[in-house]
């Protein structure tokens, strides 16, 4: 065991210094963080953040990258951690960088040495640069599991999933003659397809280039590879543009700020038979976001206005979307967390709510910003926590996809990944662009179980 052992650490340093992904278990709850949302409440204040592991099997080399937001914190110091110590180790890299806001920890172990199902890789000490609030992530590490056959037989956790195909654009209005492209976040995945209406299956069209619609149509596609099981259905609709509305995947949308809830109108079905806002939304009909306005309206999650308009490419604010996010994933109401600029907000229970679940995150440990037009990666951070989804590890391929903020970059990624956002037919994402209401409700649904 021992010379295999020395025969894969070799293999393990070229794999890492090459940037090769090997056999790894995933990531799902396995790599997490303790605390993962820094509150400072004042510049110079140092808080300690231990890298945590559970429900590992026996495993002794890992890989791991976290991000953290380098405008609030720096890190001053990187520890072995309580389960590494004393452990006959190999670095193959340990860095961070506070200029661009990361830490890497590789390491393997030597000889007969393991690590147990639980414990702690390392300990970071982070000093905040500012009072506020940061939130640092882990991306999807390689952990590394050798048996006893040897570096060819490496252990994958059997529940693995492959991710739901992506469509780009997103659905929607759309110019006869465009080209849609699905994709897939997992390496080695088909994609099959059909634009009957029918369930896809291995059976089905496989994806193999740009699929052009001329008509309107709906696609429904999953992604299949051996060993794991079949992603969920994406499905997706098309319409032949003939309009000015905004397009698939969400457009920037005119229009001021929504007036928030409490004057919008209350829409309650007089005729059970009938679902809230399909006669009195009346601005909405034949929009590309219509159905997922329907559906959010039918949920309770979001109203129309007075007047019997819902103003679909009007923008929401930060405390609007908060607001729909709680209604739609019917969390509990909480208050263990209040901004300063929330007490006495129309939202301040949903907001609340939000941060007490750690949905949300302040500008500060004060300042939540509750009017403020949110931004689609704003959007994207917070629908990500929502719905709980697994970080995804795939580049993304939007025209734009580098301006996308660093601390959101994880969160946006896996918004794409799962068919939660789509970008633009200029394939262009927007990241910093201001969300619409018609873009918040499509977002809500896609993440939606």
Same mark, same amino acid.
């Given at each position: 065991m021992t010379k295999i052992r020395a025969t894969f650490l070799v293999f393990l340093i070229l794999c890492t210094f090459a940037f090769i992904n090997i056999g790894v278990v995933s990531s799902t709850s396995y790599i997490t963080l303790d605390p993962s949302d820094l509150q400072f409440n004042a510049a110079?204040?140092?808080?300690?953040?231990?890298?945590?592991?559970?429900?590992?099997? *026996?495993?002794?080399?890992? *890989?791991?990258?976290i991000n953290f937001d380098p405008e609030t914190a720096e890190v001053i110091s990187l520890e072995e951690g309580s389960s590494i110590k004393g452990k006959n180790t190999f670095e193959v890299k340990e860095e961070f960088d506070n200029d661009k806001g990361f830490v890497r920890i590789a390491k393997s172990l030597l000889g007969d040495d393991v690590l147990p199902s639980e414990g702690e890789l390392a300990v970071i000490t982070f000093r905040a640069k500012a009072t506020g609030n940061s939130l640092i992530n882990v991306n999807s590490?390689?952990?590394?599991?050798?048996?006893?056959?040897?570096? *060819? @037989?490496?252990?994958?956790?059997?529940?693995?999933?492959?991710?739901?195909?992506?469509?780009n654009p997103a659905g929607g209005a759309v110019t006869s003659g465009s080209k849609v492209t699905l994709t897939t976040a997992t390496p080695g995945a088909d994609i099959y397809y059909t634009t009957d209406g029918s369930a896809p299956t291995e059976n089905s069209t496989k994806y193999t280039g740009p699929i052009t619609i001329n008509e309107a149509v709906t696609i429904k596609a999953i992604a299949v590879k051996a060993g794991m099981k079949d992603s969920g259905v994406l499905t997706v609709s098309f319409?032949? !543009?003939t309009g000015t509305g905004s397009p698939g995947g969400g457009g920037g949308g005119g229009g001021g700020p929504s007036t928030p809830p409490t004057k919008e109108l209350e829409i309650t079905p007089d005729d059970p038979e009938k679902k809230p806002g399909f006669e009195i939304l009346k601005d909405i009909s034949g929009h590309w976001a219509e159905n997922n306005i329907q559906e959010m309206v039918a949920l309770g999650a979001i109203n129309g206005y007075p007047d019997g308009t819902f103003r679909p490419n009007n923008n929401i604010t930060r405390a609007e979307f908060a607001?729909?996010?709680?209604?739609?994933?019917?969390? +509990?109401?909480?208050?263990?967390?209040?901004?300063? *600029?929330?007490?006495?907000?129309?939202?301040?229970e949903t907001v609340s709510t939000a941060a007490s679940y750690g949905i949300v995150g302040g500008y500060s440990a004060d300042t939540f910003g509750p009017d403020d037009l949110i931004t689609r990666e704003q959007m994207a951070v917070m629908v990500v926590k929502a719905a709980e989804l697994i970080p995804a590890r795939v580049e993304l391929s939007f025209t734009d996809s580098s301006s996308i903020s660093e601390w959101a970059r994880e969160?946006?990624?896996?918004?794409?990944? @799962?068919?939660?956002?789509?970008?633009?037919?200029?394939?262009?994402?927007?990241?910093?662009?201001?969300?619409? !209401?018609? +873009?918040?409700?499509?977002?809500?649904?896609?993440?939606?179980p």
């Open positions: 110079g204040e140092e808080i300690k953040t231990r890298v945590v592991f559970s429900n590992i099997p *026996d495993f002794y080399a890992f *890989d791991i990258e590490p390689d952990i590394v599991v050798l048996t006893e056959d040897g570096p *060819d @037989s490496f252990i994958k956790d059997p529940s693995g999933t492959v991710a739901k195909p992506v469509a319409t032949i !543009r607001t729909v996010l709680v209604k739609a994933f019917q969390l +509990e109401p909480q208050s263990s967390k209040v901004f300063k *600029d929330t007490a006495g907000h129309w939202a301040q969160a946006m990624t896996t918004a794409v990944a @799962s068919g939660i956002i789509g970008g633009y037919p200029d394939n262009t994402l927007r990241p910093q662009g201001n969300a619409t !209401r018609a +873009e918040a409700a499509t977002v809500i649904v896609n993440a939606l």
